[in-house]
């Protein structure tokens, strides 16, 4: 069993940045991609950010060039770094863990609200 603890959300103004971290624990598993996600109230869950095992990395079209998502493999963390945040960046922030044979674990959720 994987459990994920995701940390960092909050209220920030427009313009501001907020870092998510989210870390895996348990026994015995092998990360292949960590991944980011957000679901607004009324809307679908949609992908942020991803970064594979080789790092490559793949982002929405509407975070591009303000999001960056990073792992560190020995903590078994990911982080997602937004700057010049938007009211429309509202939303309950979810990491996903893929991995290897045990499938995909999600985070709990952190709240992440953006006045403008």
């Known amino acids: 069993q994987v459990q994920l603890v995701e940390s960092g959300g909050g209220l920030v103004q427009a313009g501001g940045s907020l870092r998510l971290s989210c870390t895996a624990s348990?026994?015995?598993?092998?990360?292949?991609?960590m991944g980011w996600y957000r679901q607004a109230p009324g809307k679908e869950r949609d992908l942020v950010a991803i970064?594979?095992?080789?790092?490559?990395?793949n982002y929405a079209d509407s975070v591009k060039g303000r999001f960056t998502i990073s792992r560190d493999n020995a903590k078994n963390t990911v982080y997602l770094q937004m700057n010049s945040l938007k009211p429309e960046d509202t939303a309950v922030y979810y990491c996903?863990?893929?991995?290897?044979?045990?499938?995909?674990?999600w985070g709990q959720g952190t709240q992440v609200t953006v006045s403008s």
């Open positions: 996903k863990v893929d991995i290897y044979i045990s499938g995909d674990y």
């Open positions: 348990g026994n015995k598993f092998s990360i292949n991609a």
């Open positions: 970064i594979g095992s080789g790092d490559y990395t």
